[in-house]
């Protein structure tokens, strides 16, 4: 499969009076045509930054200040407004937690799809609203030949999400930047919801980014997982595998404070502290005052490490066989 | 045995305002129509002390006005809520201090200009359950309950982060010496790090305190983990009642099936295909919920008479409550899914 969406090395850092901030630092990651690739970590671990990086949707004071993001081949950083907006919504597209803020209030859907459609394409009006009912027909709207002539506030948050989805969809984009789609819906809405993005992804092959905090939905949807802490990807690697057996022990941490897969009412294995603010990083590791297995060298940044497909940003990677690495280090 | 807690058949409806020019138009002779939401419709639980009964629903189900309700906040349309035998309401105002409630929002509910260890001292001080000259004191014992450093009790509410916003809020609560905690959504907007702290923090209190708890989320892995019983609710009115593990592992309602069904596992295999199971449809609005059993139009197992007649709740099991005509058959065709994963 080839790739369509490369990202090398990215760095996007935020000058604020208080500092430099970098949010985005060093991530790197290949995505194919159809994959899915999950994205997590807590708030203010960098993730979103990332989503919007891609889009070239940074605002000043924010701005990537280096690495490389290859779409179909293209580099899109460095590239001027004009030309990033020529692709932006055309080759790649995103969705966004809240489908209130992202909907204009004061148009009908069929305006703001219109206006989306010929943003990048010219077609008879005819021609146009054909492909805008398609679109949300796919997206599971029912009745939307009539639905197309509502407003934003005549639709429940899980319809308004797939509006938004179906706008995302009209060009048929290489890659879709989810982020956080579902948080704001009920359960039952999620699913749904999750049900007809993995079926769009595989009929379409659309590739997407699934930006999420929650660890159970990246893994219904995606085959491949990348771990964030503090604008950093600490760990990457198949979902089930990364999932099963953790290399780094902010991974492990995520899943052990699962409720889900404690006994009831036993104490959840929790991590220790709080996310570092971004303008006090610990030298070396930015995990490591919060880590168990932290040791001296902790305070140099690791290297990361590839083995088997995976890669992981640790010193004292867990569940490596053979000699301790701790031992072997001392 | 009659029980610690108790709300007995309480609905609440939210009503629209009548305005002058409606009441004019009514006086005239014209038809004004008042539609009214039924928020919550005769809804009774009981709890016994020390026990921590969950309540789960998705938006709209009526869960946080149930909470408000019992928490004496907001007075029922009719129904009673009583705390060891004595109504919590009188003359419509709250008028008991052993019910506390924590709140999903800590940025919302603790006063922004006011020191939070101000916040914490409060109420005791207000109730006399601890002279002005020992706040200070008092206080410091309460952050240190909660894992914070004492020495923060002269910061603002923004100075903390998310987390420790909710430690405080735990901290006023719990100030006030409750018999009865109610928590609405306490962990739903913290990150799942955080998330675990809190839930730890809870129930190392709550078995230290023998605490009495209702605990209200949307999050079906929380409440499994940390409540005794639970109840689910549907469009106001409670589906299903009873011991969590049992709930879970053989549900009797086919709402309480297709939640379980639908809420993300964590999906452990390189090459599995989640099976989603969507409910189909949306909720309907409350405004005009569907007649007969209001899950019908959305359910998998619907039958003709579930159209016409609405399913009371009723003892299906032995200490097990269901709203459906055919949950014994539900019960026999035997487990759901619902699993994390087995370590």
């Known amino acids: 499969m080839t790739a369509v969406l490369e990202v090398r090395d990215l760095r996007t850092e935020f000058n604020t009076r208080a500092g430099v901030i970098r949010a985005v630092d060093d991530v790197s ?63 790649i597209a995103m969705i966004f937690q809240d489908p209130i803020a992202t909907l204009n209030p004061l148009l009908t859907i069929r ?101 999420s905090h929650d660890l159970a939905t990246v893994s219904s949807l995606a085959k491949r997982l990348l771990v964030m802490y503090a604008g950093k990807v600490v760990e990457e690697g198949a979902t089930g595998t990364v999932l099963r ?86 | 045995m009659t029980a610690f807690f108790r ?46 009964l969950g309540l789960v629903g998705e938006s709209g189900c009526g869960k946080s006005t149930l909470g408000r309700v019992a928490a004496g906040i907001l007075p029922p349309s009719s129904g009673t809520v009583a705390l060891d035998g004595k109504p919590v309401l009188l003359n419509g105002r709250k008028a008991t201090t052993r019910i506390q409630t924590v709140f999903q929002d800590p940025f919302a509910s603790l006063d922004p200009r006011m020191k939070v260890g101000e916040t914490v001292a409060e109420g005791p001080v207000a109730h006399g359950l601890v002279s002005q000259a020992k706040a200070g004191e008092y206080v410091s014992e309460w952050f240190a309950r909660v894992g914070l450093d004492p020495a923060f009790a002269g910061r603002y509410p923004h100075q903390f982060s998310g987390g420790q916003r909710q430690r405080i809020a735990i901290a006023r609560a719990l100030a006030m010496k409750p018999d009865l905690l109610i928590c609405d959504e306490p962990v739903a907007s913290l990150d799942v790090s955080i998330q675990a702290q809190i839930l730890n923090l809870f129930l190392h209190l ?93 359910c998998a197992f619907v039958q003709e008479r579930c159209r016409r007649e609405a399913p009371e709740l009723r003892e299906v099991q032995e200490r097990r409550f269901a709203a459906c005509h055919f949950s014994e058959s539900l019960i026999e065709q035997g487990s759901s899914d619902f699993k994390g994963f087995d370590r």
């Open chain 1, 29 to 91: 990651f290949t995505l194919k045509r159809g994959e899915i690739l999950g994205l997590v970590g807590e708030s203010g671990s960098g993730k979103s930054v990332t989503g919007f990086s891609l889009l070239g949707l940074v605002d000043p004071p924010g701005r990537i200040t280096g690495g490389s993001i290859r779409l179909n081949g293209t580099e899109l950083v460095g590239l001027p407004q004009s030309e990033l907006r020529a692709r932006r919504g055309k080759e």
């Open chain 1, 111 to 211: 305006k703001q799809m219109m206006m989306a459609l010929e943003a990048h394409q010219h077609m008879t009006t005819k021609a146009a609203e054909t492909r805008c009912i398609e679109v949300l027909q796919r997206v599971g709207i029912p009745d939307p030949a009539a639905r197309i002539k509502a407003y934003p506030h005549e639709f429940s948050g899980g319809m308004r999400q797939r509006v938004a989805i179906a706008i995302a969809l009209l060009h048929d984009p290489a890659v879709i930047v989810a982020d956080e789609p579902t948080t704001a819906l009920d359960v039952s809405i999620q699913a749904q919801i999750l049900h007809e993005m993995r079926s769009l992804a595989a009929e379409t092959g659309t590739a997407m980014i699934w930006i």
């Open chain 1, 245 to 330: 057996d953790p290399r780094h022990p902010y991974t492990r941490g995520l899943i052990t404070s699962l409720p889900a897969i404690a006994k009831p009412g036993e104490d959840l294995l929790q991590i220790p502290g709080t996310t570092p603010s971004f303008l006090s990083l610990p030298p070396g590791c930015p995990f490591a005052p919060r880590c168990e297995s932290a040791e001296a060298s902790c305070d140099k940044m690791p290297e990361t490490a590839q083995s088997d497909e995976r890669m992981w940003r640790c010193h004292y990677p867990l569940g490596l066989s053979g000699p301790d690495p701790r031992g072997a280090q001392q």
């Open chain 2, 7 to 52: 709300i007995d058949r309480v609905s609440r409806a939210f009503a629209p305002e009548i305005t002058l020019g409606d009441r004019i138009a009514a006086k005239l002779g014209a038809r004004v129509e008042t539609r009214s939401l039924q928020a919550v419709n005769a809804v009774t639980l009981e709890l016994a002390k020390g026990e921590t």
């Open chain 2, 206 to 298: 709550r078995r230290e305190l023998n605490l009495t708890c209702l605990f209200i989320s949307h999050d079906l892995s929380v409440v499994r983990h940390v409540s005794d019983r639970m109840a689910v609710m549907y469009l106001g009115r409670v589906v299903e009642q009873g011991e969590t593990a049992q709930l879970f592992e053989t549900p009797a309602h086919p709402y309480t099936r297709a939640l379980l069904a639908s809420v993300p596992k964590l999906t452990l295999d390189d090459e599995a295909i989640v099976h989603f199971e969507p409910i189909e449809g949306e909720i309907p609005s409350p405004l005009s919920p569907p007649p007969g059993c209001h899950f019908s139009p959305r």
